[in-house]
């Protein structure tokens, strides 16, 4: 385990385990934590050992609190164009290896978008998700008023937005802002589970399925048809594909090598 000043880092059987551990404050996403976030996503991209990410916050009470408000005072006009949080939840978004969200309590502000930023959330039934900013006086500044919308369509979105009301485990399954929900106790075992499926299938299919479904969100039907293809007549050309297709016939399980 590799150890930040505000996250833990730990890695098993290919699955990176980044843990939000800042106690004290609900594990609120301080400038010191996107700089461990952004080095510890350095870390996982650089190690070919690691085929996926899991983030998840220490304690049961809550995932990541948002921002930290104590910071917030003294942000500016240059704050809010520098928008670290939300280059740093980009850099999730299209982090090229699977990312899931194991949400264990509060998932609040920066940490509903910091959720929204991955592939797949996997929710604790004792979760709860939220937009608060209008609270403050401020928007979602880190993707939440792009992505929320695009995962539960506008009207559902602007109205979380503009309340602010917080969603229990349960609607956010049934509004599809999250994929399952799972007992507190078994949460991250759910998402280490959904990881080491996702590892055993071929690497450069998952690899170019995550960008191909992101990159086609952004475009209209037909362009990303074409890239879709294109992917496809790729994948046509690779060692995996021929692995795949031989172990299927074999009736054993394939040995994928990924180039």
Do not use: W
């Not at 949080?85 to 910091?114: H, W, Y």
């Amino acid at each position: 385990m590799s150890a930040y000043d505000t996250l833990l880092y730990n890695v098993t059987d290919g699955v990176a385990v980044i843990t939000f551990n800042r106690l004290e404050a609900r594990n609120a996403l301080s400038r010191a934590a996107l700089a461990d976030l952004r080095a510890a996503l350095s870390v996982a991209r650089e190690d070919d050992s690691i085929g996926a990410v899991v983030f998840t916050g220490a304690g049961e009470k809550a995932f990541v609190a948002g921002a930290d408000i104590s910071q917030l005072r003294s942000y500016s006009l240059h704050t809010g164009l520098e928008s670290e949080m939300q280059r740093t939840f980009d850099e999730v978004e299209s982090f090229e290896k699977p990312t899931i969200a194991a949400v264990n309590g509060f998932a609040l502000g920066g940490g509903c978008e910091l959720a929204m930023s991955c592939d797949i959330r996997i929710a604790s039934s004792s979760a709860r998700f939220g937009l608060p900013e209008t609270t403050l006086g401020i928007l979602p500044g880190a993707g939440g008023t792009q992505r929320l919308g695009r995962l539960v369509g506008v009207g559902r979105a602007i109205e979380l937005v503009l309340t602010g009301r917080l969603v229990p485990a349960d609607e956010a399954l049934r509004i599809g802002l999250v994929t399952a929900v799972t007992a507190p106790g078994e949460l991250l075992e759910e998402a280490r589970r959904t990881a080491v499926t996702i590892l055993s299938k071929g690497p450069l299919a998952v690899r170019l399925a995550k960008l191909v479904i992101r990159s086609g969100l952004d475009a209209d039907i037909r362009t990303g048809l074409v890239v879709e293809r294109l992917a496809q007549s790729l994948l046509y050309t690779t060692a995996d594909k021929a692995e795949g297709a031989q172990a299927f016939i074999d009736k054993r399980v394939p040995q994928f090598g990924g180039m």
